[in-house]
């Protein structure tokens, strides 16, 4: 394997534990510990650490320790209201053109959350995924899914993204915003998706008065 490869394959390890909460935040990166674990030089893994660090994901202390940065409530909250301004735009888009197969698909997935099929974090959390990529998709908003693939990320290194183990309301209010956009009631479906978000915001901050 190229150095270059092998730089591209410890970023890519490091990026998804990360991200997964596996490496959590705060965490020192021992150099010499990653390159038994990652089976690199520390050349390549260096070169992941330093993309790691212009993508905002660790910090490189003034003596040299490789922090793992932490998402704060505030910047979850930014990125709540950022998804909330583009996705209701996108959901009243897409019922202009209907629900796709994969929205009705989606559709019966979540509604079998509703009637009590149990639902894992990490299960619920590609689930998630897969309903605001098939609405991005559903408005023919091709560049909206990377966009979101990106926020997603950073807000599932805030530990708050994991303090739930019932996903009923998320679902059923997934199940309705996509009734909307199956009834061409753009203004409904937007509305929808703006309430989706307020009851995210909600659910967040009331964990977080509580802890």
Do not use: K
């Amino acid at each position: 394997m190229s150095g270059a490869t092998l730089a591209e394959t410890a970023y890519a390890r490091l990026r998804d534990d990360i991200v997964s909460g596996t490496i959590p935040a705060e965490t020192v990166l021992s150099e010499r510990a990653l390159t038994e674990t990652l089976g690199v030089s520390r050349t390549p893994l260096r070169a992941a650490i330093s993309r790691l660090e212009s993508e905002g994901m660790v910090d490189r202390l003034s003596n040299g320790v490789v922090l793992v940065r932490s998402v704060t409530v505030e910047q979850l909250l930014q990125i709540v209201h950022l998804r909330q301004t583009l996705e209701s735009a996108a959901a009243g888009r897409a019922a202009r053109f209907g629900a796709t197969e994969r929205l009705l698909e989606i559709r019966t997935q979540m509604q079998a959350i509703v009637d009590g099929d149990p639902v894992s974090f990490d299960a619920f959390w590609q689930a998630d995924g897969a309903f605001h990529h098939a609405v991005a998709e559903a408005a023919r908003l091709d560049l909206l899914p990377a966009i979101l693939d990106e926020q997603r990320g950073i807000a599932r290194r805030c530990s708050l993204t994991r303090t739930y183990d019932t996903f009923v309301d998320q679902a059923r209010e997934h199940v309705e915003i996509i009734d909307a956009i199956a009834a061409h009631d753009a203004e409904l479906a937007a509305a929808r998706m703006a309430g989706h978000f307020d009851h995210v915001r909600a659910r967040f901050l009331g964990t977080f008065n509580a802890s």
